[in-house]
């Protein structure tokens, strides 16, 4: 059977580009659309599924049309319908339960007829919640329509081994991405100050397995998810999970990397506290950092985290902040080096 070259559009949560682009480019000629899309060439939909900095994956058709209306046309379900062949026969086979159209007027009755058309097409129903994702938009050329199909069921920033849902978890490709600028390499010791559901450390096994991972949180329920979430991941590499307050938690120093996505406004504390937080935070990392170590905070308390790194007397220097945009919220990175 010959490979159908697809011309793929990735989505990118904006912030994590510089790190999905290096990613994208081992599966075929990747380049930048925007801060949240990239284009990938490629004949490996397979591969696809194993992107950790991308959002979703879709690969679709560019259709000369005035109007949506025209995407009915034979010729055009035609070439979706070899599309979604394609996404089908994915290993392990794609199985879809519904399809939703996701569209500027898509409960317009234009769009309503192309979403029945197409649904007929596939033999599923209509779903506002279906994992048969299409995108209908108008294409970059004038005169042009762009059908995305996604490629997966889920969106690729959806982990299979978060089997847990613990609130406040970050984003994992955020995570990722904040892990890429951190720079982990086997040799390094890593610790995560306030470790949550484990997101970071158990990402990082996805890459390389440091020499020793540690991660340390107040909640019981968190360390519990993180083991969880470890096992479900099925990746080498020890990480060392531990029930209490990283400020007075005895520690074996000399640690290379350090990690931290501190509570951050009114959801999870107040503003005032999460400064003295932070003050806190970076005094304890210096304890436990070896020289030249690196620190990544990602925080949203922005006005604080300078405040701090202004005011308060620190072991580290700043090397770069690195915004991300995630649905309305703006965390930002903090990379500091220690003295």
Same mark, same amino acid.
């Given at each position: 059977? =010959? ?42 939909? $397979? ?6 900095? %991308? %959002?979703?994956?879709? =690969? ?13 046309? &034979?010729?055009?379900?035609? #070439? ?6 394609? %996404?089908?026969? +994915?290993?392990?086979? +794609? ?21 029945? &058309? ?12 279906? $994992? ?5 938009? #108008? ?11 996604? &490629? ?30 951190? *720079? %982990?390499?086997?040799? $390094? ?9 484990? &997101? ?29 979430? +470890? ?6 590499? #020890?990480? $060392? ?24 406004? =009114? ?31 990602? =925080? ?25 945009? +995630?649905? *309305? ?11």
């Amino acid at each position: 059977m =010959t490979q159908i070259t697809h011309e793929l559009v990735l989505e990118v949560l904006e912030g994590c580009g510089a790190s999905a682009l290096p990613e994208a480019e081992k599966l075929g000629p990747a380049w930048r659309v925007g801060p949240t899309e990239l284009g990938l060439r490629t004949d490996d939909l $397979d591969a696809v599924r194993g992107l950790r900095r %991308v %959002v979703a994956a879709s =690969t679709g058709l560019t259709v000369p049309a005035r109007r949506p209306r025209e995407l009915r046309e &034979t010729s055009v379900l035609q #070439r979706f319908g070899e599309l979604l062949g394609e %996404v089908r026969r +994915q290993r392990p086979r +794609q199985r879809f339960h519904g399809l939703r159209l996701e569209a500027a007027g898509a409960d317009t009755p234009e769009m309503r007829r192309l979403a029945e &058309t197409l649904a007929e097409l596939v033999d599923l129903p209509v779903d506002p919640e279906g $994992d048969l994702v299409v995108r209908v938009r #108008r294409g970059a050329e004038p005169g042009t329509w762009q059908m995305l199909l996604r &490629t997966t069921p889920r969106p690729l920033a959806t982990r299979a081994w978060r089997t847990v849902n613990y609130p406040g978890a970050v984003n994992a490709t955020i995570a990722a991405s904040v892990l890429d600028l951190l *720079g %982990v390499s086997g040799e $390094d010791s890593v610790l995560d100050m306030t470790c949550g559901s484990g &997101t970071f450390l158990v990402e990082q096994l996805h890459e390389i397995a440091p020499s020793r991972a540690v991660g340390v949180d107040l909640d019981p329920s968190a360390i519990d998810a993180a083991r969880e979430h +470890q096992r479900a991941a099925r990746r080498r590499g #020890r990480i $060392d999970w531990i029930v209490g307050d990283v400020l007075e938690t005895e520690l074996e120093p000399g640690f290379t990397r350090v990690i931290t996505n501190p509570p951050w406004g =009114t959801t999870h504390g107040e503003h005032a506290a999460n400064q003295r937080l932070l003050e806190d935070l970076l005094h304890r990392a210096a304890e436990l950092a070896a020289p030249r170590a690196r620190l990544g905070v990602l =925080t949203h308390e922005i006005t604080r985290m300078h405040r701090v790194l202004e005011t308060a007397p620190s072991r580290w220097r700043p090397l770069t902040e690195h915004r991300f945009f +995630q649905k *309305g919220h703006h965390p930002r990175l903090f990379l500091l080096e220690r003295g």
